[in-house]
């Protein structure tokens, strides 16, 4: 009894213990979660700068643009600004679809900048409200050049594309205020990128929906082999939704993802594909992932830039289609080394190996049959004595699969034996 009684305080304990150890891990796993990161983004210097405008094209006195860049970019590569124009509001509405038209000056220090008229936001027909967007400025670091980037706006100029004018002049209300980009060993255009497109569905609205491109690319890549780039791409809240059409997708539809490509021999075009679903009416956040194949022929350096996106049962068919922009968009490279090849005895490859002579031996054996008094034509047939002869189990014993079930029942018997002297150990 007295045994009995130490076994279930035994087991109490242990219950206690374990629990309480579970507890502790627990506490800190939450502890862990908490204090990480909340996310492993892509790397980015940013700075939010301040403009006041004047103008008659637009209602807004002070708007404040987003530079962002990548954390690190190397000496005598190119990396791409961004800027965030934010939601604008016109003075008047149009009747007649078009684009924000952005003018951005800036004095580059360490490099230099890709000057230019960008186009931004799609503008609305009949309405004053214009939603934000993204334009994109070239900028090559200086080869040599060490500490960091600086980048002073001056002026920044807001219009339509069509009509040209009037046009809202806007200048820094900070005259110090500056993007500093470190310049060290980074991917600089290699990071994910925010690509501003164009996607129509049929006779509806244009939306002006921007993307984010991240990917991922190739290492190891031999020419005349094919290379495979992993394309991911994310919808972004600073543009309009990406939305199903109102007619939903055909069934079948896919997903096509084209980049362009030059340099080291590779197609002008490259594009990959992967299912998609989704309801009418419905938001796109996250595009699934394509595998976009590219082969070189020559050795050097293949660069990438975002193409169209299209939605249907092809990609010369689409239901939606997403047009990238023409100018500003971000660039992504791989290197390609030459096919490594294996040395052989024929250096053409045109000669055929000479087969090897088989030899064959004949041997004929002459069987004499048994004479049978009663009938010359009479047939003698005899039974194998073990499953040897047959191919079967025959004679030969119990099939070995009893052999298997009496084990399994054995093991099952004593596992639950085992079990049942422990649930009474621990009840007694």
């Keep these: 009894m007295l045994t009995s009684q130490a076994r279930r305080r035994l087991v109490q304990k242990t219950s206690s213990a374990l629990g309480l150890v579970g507890t502790f891990v627990l506490l800190a796993g939450s502890l862990v979660v908490n204090a990480a990161p909340a996310s492993a983004a892509a790397l980015v210097v940013e700075k939010d700068i301040i403009f006041t405008c004047t103008g008659e094209?637009?209602?807004?006195?002070?708007?404040?643009?987003?530079?962002?860049?990548?954390?690190?970019?190397?000496?005598g590569?190119?990396?791409?600004?961004?800027?965030?124009?934010?939601?604008?509001?016109?003075?008047?509405?149009?009747?007649?679809?078009?684009?924000?038209?952005?003018?951005?000056?800036?004095?580059?220090?360490?490099?230099?900048?890709?000057p230019g008229v960008k186009p931004g936001a799609q503008v609305p027909v009949n309405t004053t409200a214009i939603p934000a967007g993204n334009v994109t400025y070239p900028v090559a670091v200086t080869a040599g050049a060490t500490g960091k980037v600086t980048i002073k706006p001056t002026t920044l100029t807001l219009g339509l594309t069509s009509p040209a004018t009037p046009v809202e002049t806007c200048t820094p209300s900070t005259a110090t205020d500056v993007?500093?980009?470190?310049?060290?060993?980074?991917?600089?255009?290699?990071?994910?990128?925010?690509?501003?497109?164009?996607?129509?569905?049929?006779?509806?609205?244009?939306?002006?929906?921007?993307?984010?491109?991240?990917?991922t690319m190739p290492t190891g890549a031999k020419a005349n082999q094919d290379a495979s780039i992993t394309w991911a791409a994310?919808?972004?809240?600073?543009?309009?939704?990406?939305k199903?059409?109102?007619?939903?997708?055909?069934?079948?539809?896919?997903?096509?993802?084209?980049?362009?490509?030059?340099?080291?021999?590779?197609?002008?075009?490259a594009t990959g594909e992967a299912a998609i679903t989704g309801t009418a009416g419905q938001s796109l956040t996250t595009l699934p992932n394509v595998t976009i194949k590219v082969r070189p022929t020559t050795t050097g350096t293949v660069t990438i830039t975002p193409g169209?996106?299209?939605?249907?049962?092809?990609?010369?068919?689409?239901?939606?289609?997403?047009?990238?922009?023409?100018?500003?968009?971000?660039?992504?490279?791989?290197?390609?080394?030459?096919?490594?090849?294996?040395?052989?005895?024929?250096?053409?490859?045109?000669?055929?190996?000479?087969?090897?002579p088989t030899k064959t031996t004949t041997v004929i054996v002459t069987e004499t049959p048994t004479t049978r008094t009663t009938s010359p034509t009479a047939r003698s047939s005899k039974t194998p004595k073990d499953g040897v002869a047959t191919g079967a189990g025959g004679d030969a014993g119990p099939d070995g699969r009893m052999f298997v079930l009496a084990g399994s029942m054995l093991i099952l018997a004593a596992g639950g034996g085992g079990l049942l002297m422990r649930r009474r150990a621990a009840r007694g």
């Design 57 to 75: 094209r637009f209602t807004n006195t002070s708007i404040t643009v987003k530079f962002s860049a990548p954390d690190s970019v190397p000496a």
């Design 77 to 114: 590569s190119p990396f791409n600004l961004t800027l965030g124009i934010p939601a604008l509001t016109l003075g008047q509405a149009v009747t007649t679809a078009t684009t924000v038209s952005v003018n951005a000056q800036m004095t580059v220090t360490g490099g230099t900048v890709t």
């Design 179 to 215: 993007l500093e980009v470190p310049i060290g060993t980074g991917g600089g255009g290699n990071t994910d990128e925010i690509v501003s497109y164009t996607c129509t569905a049929g006779t509806e609205t244009p939306a002006t929906v921007d993307i984010k491109i991240t990917p």
């Design 234 to 242: 994310a919808v972004q809240t600073t543009g309009d939704e990406l």
């Design 244 to 269: 199903v059409p109102t007619t939903g997708f055909p069934t079948g539809s896919k997903y096509f993802a084209t980049v362009k490509a030059s340099g080291a021999g590779a197609p002008a075009t």
């Design 308 to 356: 169209d996106l299209a939605f249907g049962t092809s990609a010369t068919a689409a239901t939606l289609k997403c047009t990238a922009p023409t100018t500003g968009l971000p660039t992504f490279t791989f290197q390609v080394a030459a096919a490594t090849s294996t040395p052989t005895d024929d250096p053409t490859g045109t000669s055929t190996p000479t087969p090897t």
